[in-house]
Structure formats: structure tokens, C-alpha cells
């Protein structure tokens, strides 16, 4: 069965960093794209980061871009956003989705995980 799993989720302070985790399992990680999405209450699920098993060069929403950086780990099936400068429009729950192909929106991804609850404090 294809899961994904969240992990490294908290509660900070603005400027503090966060290490967000996605395991995938290995069938998982044969798909093209696993990105990291968020959502903050009464807000739409928004695209934060992805990145591509074919090794082209990750993509970032504007909003974080310089302060969020997504790496893979191929060995450990693992995907993770290290998150800098936390502000607390950063607010959110984080998911990630893996799909087939790369898009902005969410609908285009196959899997998800669970959610990590992201929370920054001013």
C-alpha cells in the first residue's frame, strides 16, 4: 500500500527553523514529483515546494523562496523541507503529495500523507 508519512512538525517562535519529513514507501518514490503543500485555517491548500526524481532543479512558491529549502534523500525514500525564518504567516498544515507530474495544484498529485501542524508564534 503507498503512504506517505509527515513528520517534524512544531511549535516556534518567528526566526526559528523547522525540518519537516516525508517517508515515502519505495513504490512511492518511483513516481516524478513529490512536492510540499500547506494550508492555514480558512485559507486554500497552497503550493510550497517540489522536487523531481529526474534531478531537474527543485521549484518554490514565491512566498518562501530563500527561506525553505526541499531535499530527497534516495537511499532513505525520504523528502524534506527545512524551513528557515519561520514568520507566522507560515502558519499552516503541511502535506506532502507525491504524483506522476508536476503542477501547482494539488488535484494533480496521487498520494498524500497525514498532515504536520506547523505553528509560529510572533
Known amino acids: 500500500q503507498v503512504q506517505l508519512v509527515e513528520s517534524g512538525g512544531g511549535l516556534v517562535q518567528a526566526g526559528d527553523s523547522l525540518r519537516l519529513s516525508c517517508a515515502a514507501s519505495r513504490h512511492t518514490f518511483s513516481v516524478a514529483v513529490v512536492a510540499w503543500f500547506r494550508q492555514a485555517p480558512g485559507k486554500e491548500r497552497e503550493f510550497v515546494a517540489a522536487?523531481?526524481?529526474?534531478?531537474?532543479?527543485?521549484r518554490y512558491a514565491d512566498s518562501i523562496k530563500g527561506r525553505f529549502t526541499i531535499s530527497r534523500d534516495n537511499a532513505k525514500s525520504t523528502v524534506n523541507l527545512q524551513m528557515n525564518n519561520l514568520k507566522p504567516e507560515d502558519t499552516a498544515v503541511y502535506y506532502c503529495a507525491a504524483g506522476r507530474r508536476f503542477s501547482f495544484l494539488g488535484e494533480a498529485y496521487d498520494y498524500w500523507g497525514q498532515g504536520t501542524q506547523v505553528t509560529v508564534s510572533s
Open positions: 522536487t523531481f526524481w529526474s534531478g531537474v532543479s527543485p
